[in-house]
């Protein structure tokens, strides 16, 4: 239902593997990121996540929100619209950003649509 659907989905594990490294890590969250959609047509460009790998040691993601555990961005980084970061270093980390960038999602009028994030697409050799 639309209802449903506003809410977001929960995925499930089908096997016992967990993510444990920097890159998978990024693959899982950048997968998240890529599970919204609008269903409006987008009239601007609106900043919402933008993440970087630091010597695969750590991902820093900048977000267009703010909240519980997120860090205030410098001045200049929130004037290009990413208002606070979080820094991802394991597991507990990671599923604190998925958070973040679901609650930034939605604030932003997107939905989660998990058809559209493909685990097997991501190919990129810099993860």
Do not use: Q
Not at 62 to 77: A, Q, R
Not at 107 to 121: I, S
């Amino acid at each position: 239902t639309d209802e449903e659907r506003a809410k977001g989905f929960v995925f499930t594990a089908r096997a016992d593997r967990v993510a444990e490294t920097v890159a998978e890590f990024y693959n899982v969250i950048r997968k998240e990121v890529s599970s919204f959609v609008s269903e409006k047509p987008v009239e601007k460009d609106t900043p919402l996540v933008k993440m970087f790998k630091v010597k695969n040691k750590v991902i820093a993601i900048y977000l267009n929100h703010t909240g519980d555990g997120l860090v205030p961005s410098e001045e200049d980084i929130a004037a290009k619209g990413y208002l606070s970061y979080i820094v991802v270093r394991n597991a507990d980390d990671c599923k604190k950003a998925v958070k973040a960038i679901d609650e930034t999602m939605k604030a932003h009028g997107l939905v989660k649509v998990p058809r559209e994030a493909n685990f097997e697409d991501a190919t990129d050799a810099k993860g």
